[in-house]
């Protein structure tokens, strides 16, 4: 079970990508907020899947327009990435631009898993895999998801963490505000990508 819920957390996706560019930027703060946000969603998204994913499987438009909006999103921010301005400057030393910046780290978090067809489908395959079979007297359908969710947790904090401190270890080689735009451009296209063969 853990070593699913790891191997679908640290594969490379929309997630991970976002969680490199983090881990490179200047504010450690900032990347580990993100990864926070987005295993905190993943995590919500497995016990959704749980509890209500044969209902999900059973609405075909649903299941038709949710690749098209995830994708549209998915989109956006690549193209967002690609065409960010790399600031030069120092790090800001303001607490309401601290504050502002994790607030801003988190909900991306968030809402790019939410919106990440991947993590769907993973919690799913994971909820059927593991959890109804772990169902019993002796553990509650309720206790094997609950299980399920803590593991994923964990295993999201590591994964997407990984990708994060990769980004941190890249620092070195990001000190110039033209690697900064490649790597965001390479992101962005790998972002790109990714979105594309999600949808082919």
């Known amino acids: 079970m ?8 640290i594969t490379p996706g929309p997630v991970n990508l976002i969680a490199l560019r983090h881990g490179g930027g200047r504010c450690r703060i900032t990347a580990f907020v993100y990864v926070l946000g ?25 299941l038709r327009w949710a690749p098209r909006i995830c994708a549209a999103y998915l989109l956006w921010l690549a193209w967002r990435l690609a065409s960010s301005h790399v600031d030069s400057s120092g790090e800001t030393n303001t607490s309401a631009a601290l504050q502002t910046g994790l607030s801003k780290a988190f909900v991306q978090g968030v809402a790019i898993q939410s919106l990440n067809p991947k993590a769907w489908l993973v919690a799913l395959s994971g909820v059927g895999i593991f959890v109804a079979p772990l169902a019993s007297p002796q553990m509650p359908l ?26 941190r270890a890249l620092t070195q080689w990001l000190s110039t505000p033209k690697r900064q735009q490649r790597l965001n451009q390479t992101l962005a296209l790998l972002l790109l990508i990714s979105v594309v063969s999600m949808l082919a």
């Open 142 to 167: 309720e206790t094997a998801l609950l299980l399920f969710c803590t593991i994923s947790l964990l295993a999201c904090l590591l994964g997407v963490g990984f990708w994060a401190a990769l980004g």
């Open 2 to 9: 853990a070593g699913f819920a790891l191997a679908g957390a």
């Open 38 to 62: 987005a295993s905190l969603s993943y995590a919500a998204i497995v016990w959704l899947m749980g509890q209500s994913g044969h209902w999900l499987l059973k609405q075909p438009e649903l």
